[in-house]
């Protein structure tokens, strides 16, 4: 096992990483009016990709969630899925597409389960990923507002219409 499924085996030390980067991005939007959005991203997009990418191997879609999710990159299943396993998890907790690969919705339920801050954040339904967001640093869009911005035609409601 690699250090960084070491790690990621750990979603309380990395939930309270997360809170932590929470606070300090929250109290370094000042920087956007200072800097400007885009020269703050600029700075800010490579130590971001690095650590995710080592960590909980990003994908870099802009609109982090990896504390709804134990922890564990949903960009990182071979179809993209924000949202839950697509039910052809095999037996054996394993991905139908990659089947050497463990199917990350088992992770993240697992993982989300070892929680205290974030465990039930797994059953909020994610809007789709905004792919303009795509290789953009997320604690910017974070800072901005620019993860919230829905794609048009989402419907977040609850109620369907009859």
């Known amino acids: 096992m690699g250090i960084s499924r070491r790690i990621q085996n750990h979603p309380r030390m990395l939930a309270i990483g997360y809170r932590a980067n929470y606070w300090i991005a929250m109290r370094l939007r000042f920087l956007i009016r200072l800097l400007g959005a885009e020269r703050l991203a600029r700075w800010l997009y490579a130590p971001e990709e690095f650590s995710k990418r080592r960590i909980?191997?990003?994908?870099?879609?802009?609109?982090?969630?990896l504390h709804s999710t134990g922890m564990t990159c949903p960009m990182t299943c071979p179809k993209n899925l924000r949202n839950g396993p697509c039910g052809g998890v095999r037996a054996n907790g394993h991905c139908e597409v990659k089947p050497e690969m463990r199917c990350i919705w088992v992770d993240a339920y697992d993982r989300s389960q070892m929680m205290t801050t974030y465990r039930d954040e797994l059953h909020i339904v994610q809007p789709p990923v905004d792919r303009r967001l795509m290789k953009t640093s997320s604690w910017v869009n974070l800072m901005t507002g620019a993860d919230k911005i829905e794609v048009a035609g989402w419907d977040d409601s609850r109620e369907s219409e009859v």
């Open 56 to 65: 909980f191997d990003c994908r870099m879609c802009g609109q982090c969630i």
